[in-house]
């Protein structure tokens, strides 16, 4: 009730905002050049201001600006480095639309500026992080789930110290908990709620955008700790070809090719191929199982996107994933051994095709105002078995998102709404037990956004959807933001998210054990009988922009919270011989602290510094713990040095604090573990030189002090008996990690 009437406040006191302020003359519009073709692109940052005063703002991103009226003048200047200047006589609240033409007689002046790594849109309500392909070359990052070793925000571990899967952690949550998306449309969801992060290779990634907390109602109700979504290179101005091959010491052999063409005036398109190979065995800890799987993966995808001069764009593409991996105990062969306790062994086999297609149409004389359409369909199909376990599981998807943009009487304020839907069918086997279900969810939103000049924004949704299992529910959201001053920004955003589980998947890392899978649902039709996850989040953060010796800097610190009305619970706690999925009874919540500081401490040479602090804990039948294997304190350090001839030198330095490792008490003395693990620290290293931005050679070094987990794997010598489990990961299971590769590109 509380929580509720929060939101209503919240939500109150943004409309008293801006029914207080609708009322003030304002002149707005848009700054923009035109291009070769005719096309208007937006000039950002171009200078508006009322003639005769130092009153103005710059364009924003997209060229807008709003600027107050002053008494006594109806001049405004429009002017920017390069451009002639145009005066304007404003006498009314008309939408203003100005063309810039270049300055013949400039010289031409070379200006030096270093551009950030990650930004932060200071316009935004939403606090998004932009991770650009420049800070992920910092770390060799071969798929997605290893893009963030340099970001202080995303906790990285694996899953089981077996399949070699990587997991992520936000908020103190599990990575399912964020809604990851690909180019703003679901991806990394379902069947692939873990493994689908390899799906997506970091040479494809042009950028990703990170928010934390409730997101748009506008991209759906799933996000529950935030949204990663990722801008894959586009067709249109991609390098023409683009190449990456990486190798390490653990047997791992990657090849990237990327090739974009221009065809007419229009179309463009795309191909990127990825391909993996692991044909080694290695067994470092001498525990004999290998360190990672043998695998192959072959991952395809081709796009076409058409840009018209009237603002109607076109996209469609294809992608196709084939993923094999074969690990467990070294020497382990499946054509003899499967099925039998002569060896213990893992396979997964993997097959995914995804098609998809955008369509917009932006009004040129209008351009606030626009419509899009977003279609796709996945067919995916897993078969797999863990030891004696065997798990098959199909996942056919639709989703469609009708979007509509305009305004209410001036770009002040702005609304998107549409209609979507979500259609899900699933067909898992797990040990001849079918847990099949289909989902159908159609929904419709309203999103509203007010800003006032640059000082004020504020952005509050609602979804109405309609699940067949679960009925009928509504999703709000609200976002606030407020400039302190010219530098500093304070944000603020409460929201509610939903999700089903899709239990077996999202904790693939479990059949890596002798564990008893053990589902209490009621029977019923919903999904393993068990209810909607359910939770709301609350955040506030401070972000300020600082110059310190001539050189910027940022500081931010953030706080979220996030209370779960209903969780799945995964219980490794009762019983170490048993996991137990049943709904939530009593209380699950975490509470995330995190201060970052970013700064160019001498010239060339950056410094990124964080520390955050988790408080997640959870109803275990009827005892609250703290959420196992989720460290509550991490340090976090990163160097990057970047030289005039061309070298780049990378340092990142991270500190864990302890976790709680699930009960083992009641296993034989042999087979214990202690209540916690120790605190440890990692280091990793990376050298890149480059020639003519065409050529670069890169090497590094990841956990370059060889720390490692003692005995990841419970009762190795014995897979088929009571006590043997892999899942209790709180570490890194290999050392040391030596790899190199290069990367040429022609423009």
């Given amino acids: 009730m509380i929580r509720n009437v929060f939101l209503v406040v919240l939500i109150f006191g943004s409309v008293t905002h801006v029914l207080a302020q609708a009322d003030i003359p304002l002149a707005q519009g848009t700054v923009y050049e035109l291009d070769e073709k005719g096309i208007r692109v937006p000039l950002v940052g171009a200078n508006i201001f009322w003639l005769g005063t130092t009153k103005g703002v710059p364009t924003d991103s997209k060229g807008r600006f709003s600027l107050a009226r002053v008494t006594g003048t109806y001049q405004l200047v429009v002017s920017y480095i390069g451009y002639k200047n145009d005066t304007l006589s404003v006498k009314d609240n008309q939408e203003l639309s100005v063309q810039l033409l270049p300055d013949a007689t400039l010289d031409e002046v070379e200006v030096e500026y270093r551009q950030k790594t990650v930004q932060i849109d200071y316009l935004n309500p939403l606090k998004s992080e932009l991770i650009s392909e420049k800070e992920l070359l910092k770390a060799a990052c071969c798929n997605l789930s290893e893009s963030f070793e340099t970001n202080p925000s995303v906790d990285v571990s694996f899953t089981d110290a077996v399949t070699g899967t990587r997991q992520i952690q936000m908020l103190g949550l599990a990575g399912p908990y964020t809604q990851i998306t ?90 990127l191929l990825h391909s993996k190979a692991n044909a080694i065995e290695r067994d470092r800890n001498k525990d004999g199982f290998l360190d990672n799987p043998l695998s192959e993966h072959y991952i395809g995808l ?112 702005q609304f998107k709404t549409g209609v979507s839907i979500q259609y899900d069918l699933y067909d898992e086997v797990l040990n001849a037990v079918d847990f099949s279900r289909t989902e159908v969810v159609p929904g419709a939103y309203f999103e509203y956004s007010y800003s006032l000049l640059d000082k004020f924004n504020a952005m509050a949704g609602i979804r109405i959807d309609h699940h067949n299992l679960y009925g009928t529910f509504m999703t709000p959201r609200v976002h606030l933001r407020y400039a302190l001053t010219d530098m500093t920004v304070l944000r603020a955003s409460v929201g509610r998210g939903q999700r089903t589980a899709s239990i077996f998947a999202e904790n693939i890392g479990v059949f890596a054990s002798s564990r008893q899978l053990i589902v209490r649902g009621d029977n019923s039709d919903k999904p393993y009988g068990l209810d909607a996850e359910v939770a709301w989040n609350f955040g506030i ?119 709680r490792i699930p009960f083992t008490g009641s296993n034989p003395p042999d087979y214990q573990l202690q209540e916690k693990s120790p605190d440890f620290y990692l280091m990793n290293v990376q050298v890149t030189k480059s020639w003519n931005d065409r050529f670069e050679i890169y090497v590094g070094v990841e956990n370059l002090l060889n720390y490692k987990q003692e005995n990841p794997i419970l009762a190795n010598e014995e897979p088929f008996g009571d006590y043997f489990d892999s899942s209790l990961v709180w570490g890194p299971i290999f050392g040391r990690n030596t790899y190199a590769g290069l990367r040429y590109r022609i423009k």
């Fill in 182 to 271: 690909r180019e703003n449309m679901p991806d990394v969801r379902g069947l692939s709620a873990i493994y689908g992060m390899v799906y997506i290779p970091g040479t494809w990634i042009e950028s990703i955008q990170l928010n934390k907390g409730a997101g748009s109602v506008v991209n759906g109700f799933e996000s529950v700790a935030g949204q990663i979504n990722v801008e894959l290179r586009k067709p249109e101005d991609s390098d023409k070809l683009y190449a990456n091959l990486y190798a390490n010491e653990g047997g791992r052999f990657e090849g990237n090719i990327n090739w974009s063409q221009k065809v007419g005036e229009n179309w463009s398109t795309a191909v």
């Fill in 302 to 413: 081709n796009r076409w996107k058409y840009v018209g001069a009237n603002g109607l764009m076109f996209q469609f593409g294809v992608k196709g994933t084939y993923i094999d991996n074969l690990g467990g105990q070294v020497g382990f062969d499946q054509d003899i051994d499967r099925g039998t306790t002569n060896s213990w062994g893992m396979n997964l086999v993997t097959k995914r095709y995804e098609v998809w297609t955008k369509m917009g149409k932006v009004y040129i004389e209008q351009p606030w105002k626009s419509v899009g359409l977003q279609l796709s369909g996945v067919y995916h199909d897993q078969d797999s078995y863990f030891g004696l376990n065997d798990y098959d599981a199909n996942q056919q998807s639709l989703y469609g998102n009708f979007i509509y943009q305009s305004m209410i009487g001036t770009t002040d304020h």
């Fill in 541 to 659: 953060n401070l972000t300020r922009e600082f110059t310190l010796d001539y050189r910027d800097g940022s500081f931010s610190v953030e706080y979220y919270r996030t209370n779960f009305e209903n969780q799945i619970v995964v219980d490794l706690d009762q019983n170490p011989q048993e996991v137990s999925f049943y709904n939530l009874n009593g209380e699950s919540y975490s509470n995330s602290f995190q201060a970052q500081v970013d700064y160019e401490i001498v010239k060339f040479v950056d410094l990124r510094i964080g520390y955050r602090w988790f408080d997640v804990n959870t109803t275990y039948g009827d005892v609250t713990l703290q959420k196992p294997l989720v460290s509550a304190h991490r340090a976090f350090l990163n160097v990057g040095y970047e030289t005039r001839s061309d070298w780049k030198f990378d340092y990142t330095f991270n500190w864990q604090g302890e976790k």
